[in-house]
């Protein structure tokens, strides 16, 4: 499914879900002025489609005292193609890496990450950077504030 396949309905049921997902079906289909029935084929057929990822909660860092958020930038030594895949399937397998981004000019990775405090992503740091081989130079940054946090896409 292409985004411009998507009709108006499509349109509201995608920034109602991003901003509220745990609406039943039927509350839904009222919302966006459709029949139950239509909007389930919907968001199935935009589930399917790969326009819908998943839907999941978003948890408060602070409240689960994961309070420490680091972006991390990654040089590797060897940018071969197996190399980055590898180094990317390293770093997925740790759960406090939230997001991983390939990203060009500058360094090969961008990562964020999401821990309980300093020693927490010192430890990390161990793990993932300073016991690989084929990593380069690491260079962190902590967030002091978060003055903005959204999920939602414009659509």
């Known amino acids: 499914m292409l985004a411009n396949e998507l009709d108006d309905v499509d349109r509201r049921i995608l920034n109602i879900l991003q901003h509220d997902a745990s609406h039943t079906n ?3 289909a009222e919302l966006v002025h459709v029949s139950p029935p239509t909007c389930l084929r919907r968001v199935k057929y935009m589930n399917e489609g790969g326009i819908i990822e998943r839907q999941v909660a978003i948890v408060s860092p ?8 680091a972006i991390v930038e990654i040089t590797l030594d060897v ?5 980055m895949a590898e180094f990317e399937q390293h770093v997925a397998a740790e759960a406090a890496v939230l997001q991983c981004y ?19 992503y010192h430890a990390l740091a161990h793990r993932l950077f300073a016991t ?20 939602r896409i414009a659509v």
């Open 26 to 28: 039927a509350e839904l």
């Open 62 to 69: 602070d409240k689960v005292g994961a309070r420490l958020t």
């Open 79 to 83: 940018q071969a193609a197996e190399r």
């Open 102 to 120: 390939r990203v060009a000019p500058g360094p090969d990775f961008v990562l964020i990450v999401q821990v309980a405090d300093m020693p927490a």
């Open 132 to 151: 690989r081989t084929n990593v380069r130079n690491v260079k962190a940054y902590f967030s002091t504030f978060r003055s903005k946090f959204e999920t």
